[in-house]
């Protein structure tokens, strides 16, 4: 009896091991395949980053600006003349004068991504 037990475990366990096999080799498939299409699309996205450039786009969003939504509200703040840095924050600037805090936190420290000209 303890044979038949162990000969019954044994077919069981071989059993488990070859659908965790067909299982490993289904997602290795599904790996493979999800690999690809990343690749595909990283290749896809260079060559219409290429096409866009070429068009005379750069990096920046659709509507042309370079700015976030939240940095253009700042921005319309600060040209309404209130301070948008952390120091001076809603304060009036005096005589509309440039704050060089305001444009770090606009602009960042090297200015890079602005597009208009500040007053």
Known sequence: MAEKD???EFE??????NDISKKVSLLQEELSKTLEEKEEL??????LRKHLEKEGYE???FKGNTL???????ENLYLKGFHVCQQF???HRKN???CIFCM????GSNGKGKNNQVN
């Open 89 to 91: 924050y809603g304060t």
């Open 12 to 17: 069981t366990i071989t059993n488990q091991l």
């Open 6 to 8: 162990l000969y019954d």
């Open 59 to 61: 990096d920046k969003d």
């Open 68 to 74: 976030s939504d939240s940095r253009l509200n700042l």
């Open 96 to 98: 509309q004068e440039e």
């Open 104 to 107: 770090n936190v606009l602009y």
């Open 42 to 47: 990283k290749m896809e996205n260079h060559n």
